[in-house]
Every structure is written in structure tokens, then in C-alpha cells.
């Protein structure tokens, strides 16, 4: 049983920072990308940034510049580096992981429970 389990959300004043971590654990052998989405009430769930097992990133253009993401695969664990946030950053933020149970297995995604990151103005 793999489980995806998200922490560091909250409230924070406009131009603040958060670092949101979310670790994988159960029967993993391998990870693929791994990432964040948000999501807002009444809305789809859009990418925030995305890390491929190689290192290689995307980011939302409405972060970019302010956001970092980034992995330690020894610990399945994936990073957001949140900065100068604005009250429009305010969201639920869900983890992503495309994991493999087997080697040479194929590769499932996986979501967090989602935590509530919130910037007031």
C-alpha cells in the first residue's frame, strides 16, 4: 500500500514563504515525476511544478521565479519551496508521485490527501 503523506501548509501574510514537503512510502522500487497541483474550490486541479526522476522541472507560469521545487530520491520525498506568496497562491495543494512497485514495472500516479496553503493580504 503506498502513501503519499503531505505537511508544511498553513497561513501566512503576503510576501511570506512556506516549504510544503510530501514523502512516499510503502512498496516503492521506483519513482518517475514527482510534483504539486492546486486546487480551489469549483475549479480543476492545475499544475503548480513537476520534477522528473532526472532532474529536469516545469512550473506554472504564475510561479515561476518565486517557487522551487526539488526531490531527494533516497527519501521519495519532493519539495515546494514557496516564496513572495500572494493571496491568489491560496489554494489546497495536493502532492503527485508516479511510483513503481516493481522492477521494471510500470508506473502508477498517486495523490497526497492535500493541504491548505493560505495567504492573506
Known amino acids: 500500500q503506498v502513501q503519499l503523506v503531505e505537511s508544511g501548509g498553513g497561513l501566512v501574510q503576503a510576501g511570506g514563504s512556506l516549504r510544503l514537503s510530501c514523502t512516499a512510502s510503502?512498496?516503492?522500487?521506483?519513482?518517475?515525476?514527482m510534483g504539486w497541483y492546486r486546487q480551489a474550490p469549483g475549479k480543476q486541479r492545475e499544475l503548480v511544478a513537476l520534477?522528473?526522476?532526472?532532474?529536469?522541472?516545469n512550473y506554472a507560469d504564475s510561479v515561476k521565479g518565486r517557487f522551487a521545487i526539488s526531490r531527494d530520491n533516497a527519501k521519495n520525498t519532493v519539495y515546494l519551496q514557496m516564496n513572495s506568496l500572494k493571496p491568489e497562491d491560496t489554494d489546497v495543494y495536493y502532492c503527485?508521485?508516479?511510483?513503481?512497485?516493481?522492477?521494471?514495472?510500470?508506473?502508477?500516479?498517486?495523490w497526497g490527501q492535500g493541504t491548505q496553503v493560505t495567504v492573506s493580504s
Open positions: 510503502g512498496s516503492i522500487f521506483s519513482t518517475n515525476a
Open positions: 520534477i522528473r526522476s532526472g532532474g529536469m522541472t
Open positions: 503527485y508521485a508516479e511510483l513503481s512497485a516493481q522492477a521494471m514495472g510500470e508506473y502508477d500516479a498517486y
